[in-house]
Nanobody, 128 residues
């Protein structure tokens, strides 16, 4: 069982930046592909970014490409989401997720159904 705890959310003006962190209860290097998802009020959960367990592959939703960067520090059991040039439409609860993968798996995963563990989420609010 992997427990995930997000932090770093808050209120920011449009154009500003935030960095979200996702701390895992065990070594993230234990073959866990990681992802960030978000859910805005009244909308479905949507994919934001994903990273393979070794960090060699990354994937982003079109809406955040060029503005968000996902990274991981397996020595600290933490995954990050650097969010720059935030827009009001980025307002949502952001959650990280972990998926158990095999040693040779270098893929990223974009569907929430593919993930095994979830954090509680952190609120990001972008004012115009």
């Amino acid at each position: 069982q992997v427990q995930l705890v997000e932090s770093g959310g808050g209120l920011v003006q449009a154009g500003g930046s935030l960095r979200l962190s996702c701390a895992a209860s065990e070594r993230t290097a234990n073959f866990n592909a990681m992802g960030w998802f978000r859910r805005a009020p009244g909308k479905e959960r949507e994919f934001v970014a994903a990273i393979s367990w070794r960090g060699g592959s990354r994937n982003y939703a079109d809406s955040v490409k060029g503005r968000f960067t996902i990274s991981r520090d397996n020595a600290k059991n933490t995954v990050y989401l650097q969010m720059n040039n935030l827009l009001p439409e980025d307002t949502a609860v952001y959650s990280c997720a972990a998926k158990r993968v095999s040693f040779r798996d270098a893929n990223t995963y974009t569907s929430p159904k593919e993930y095994d563990y979830w954090g509680q989420g952190t609120q990001v609010t972008v004012s115009s």
